[in-house]
């Protein structure tokens, strides 16, 4: 039976919440799938830091290099400033290991969910591929005569060719075997950006050569954000840089119902450091403790570790689970309008996944 090694990273706020309802559920169908789960769980985050001085320990990526995934809850909001917070743990991993890429699907399970009108049930069906190493994102800056009249603040945006060349052939070659559309859209911004997004689109043009199957067509960042509004149903794949695939996937994650469902993927295409998988939603400190978060988003970014991992039965079944539960109705956290709690929409989807497991 093939087994695999799991970093947990739990975090703050709901982040551990939501992953032992993602536990559960992967837990529930692992043995009939025919493999097992070995979890190592890490305590790092903000309570850590207020105890070490650290979000993780200085050799946390070695720590974490011999997995083979990490799961990952939300940092972030407790007593810590967020560029430390996150900066020390979430994009330290993200660069570190290399996960250049951040998958992040959207899916309209149920009619009711969506907060516009007239978009039926599976007429959303896209993914963001986040460029996820450089942009926007790079880490490359500086501030200089603090708190003088003189202070400067500066912040450099990165767009490498190697860097862009490979979230782009990345981008195609999911649109390709996605069932889709096949139509990739890239968010740009070359109208003001006349260095990082006129080179952006370029390279853009130059992959697409070899990808004649592909329709391509790039929108100005703002008129995106406008049209995923207006007609959601007309994406498929949408390439992004750093710093607007996170603004474009809070807005995804909207179009869905809530942000407590979307996941997303931070992926090291070359397998040679562990991939990451955690919700797109952060720590929630307004609903932290209370029991009431969506964990849909943390089981479903499960779904994306056990498909990386091989297990893509187990994955479907998840995602079949989750479907189904939004789809019934019944068991809704308070974000979706129901009052069903964190464990109790878990126990749902575990006993769902069981079942279909068996099927
Ligand atoms: P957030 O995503 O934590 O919350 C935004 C809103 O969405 C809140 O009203 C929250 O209650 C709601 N929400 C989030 N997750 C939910 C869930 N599972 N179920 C139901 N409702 C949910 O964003 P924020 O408030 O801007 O940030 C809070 C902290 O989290 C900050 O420190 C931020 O930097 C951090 N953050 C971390 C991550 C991450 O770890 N990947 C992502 C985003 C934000
Ligand atoms: C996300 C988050 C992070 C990001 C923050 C917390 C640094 O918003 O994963 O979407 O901007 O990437
Ligand atoms: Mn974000």
Redesign the pocket.
């Known amino acids: 039976m093939d087994s695999y090694r799991i970093a947990v990273i739990g975090?703050?706020?709901?982040?551990p919440e939501?992953l032992t309802e993602g536990c559960k559920v992967m837990d529930a169908i692992a043995e009939l799938a025919g493999f097992a789960l070995e979890y190592e769980r890490f305590p790092w985050g903000c309570a850590y830091y207020q105890e070490h001085g650290e979000m993780m320990p200085q050799n946390g990526l070695d720590v974490l290099q011999d997995f083979d995934a990490i799961y990952?809850?939300?940092?972030?909001?407790f007593g810590v400033p967020?560029h430390i917070?996150?900066g020390d743990l979430?994009l330290r991993i993200r660069r570190g290991f290399d996960q250049y890429v951040n998958l992040r699907p959207t899916r309209l399970m149920a009619e009711e969910l969506c907060p516009l009108k007239g978009v039926s049930q599976d007429e959303i069906d896209l993914v963001v591929v986040r460029e996820n190493a450089e942009g926007e994102y790079a880490h490359a800056g500086g501030r200089l005569y603090q708190g003088t009249p003189n202070e400067v603040a500066v912040q450099t945006a990165i767009f490498t060719r190697r860097g862009t060349e490979r979230i782009m052939r990345y981008a195609f070659d999911l649109c390709r075997h996605r069932d889709g559309k096949k139509r990739l859209t890239a968010a740009t911004k070359s109208n003001a950006n006349a260095f990082t997004m006129v080179f952006w689109e370029e390279v853009l043009q130059e992959v697409a050569r070899d990808y004649p199957d592909i329709e391509v067509n790039w929108t100005h960042v703002d008129a995106l954000v406008m049209n995923l509004i207006r007609k959601p149903q007309w994406y498929d794949v949408i390439v992004a840089s750093n710093l607007f695939g996170d603004i474009l996937t809070?807005e995804t994650a909207a179009l869905q119902g809530?942000?407590?469902l979307a996941a997303g993927a931070n992926i090291n295409p070359e397998r040679r450091f562990p991939s990451m998988f955690?919700?797109?939603?952060?720590?929630?400190?307004?609903?932290a403790g209370q029991g009431?978060?969506?964990?849909?988003?943390?089981v479903w970014a499960g779904a994306m570790m056990l498909e990386h991992l091989g297990e893509q039965k187990a994955a479907q079944v998840m995602m079949g689970a989750i479907e189904a539960v939004l789809r019934e109705g019944q068991v809704r956290?308070?974000?979706l309008g129901g009052n069903a709690s964190t464990a109790e929409m878990g126990d749902a989807l575990a006993a769902k996944a069981t079942e279909l497991m068996k099927d």
């Open positions: 975090g703050d706020g709901v982040g939501v990952l809850g939300a940092i972030g909001g967020d917070s996150l979430l809070d809530s942000l407590g955690e919700p797109v939603h952060g720590s929630a400190p307004d609903i009431i978060a969506n964990p849909i988003g943390a956290t308070a974000d």
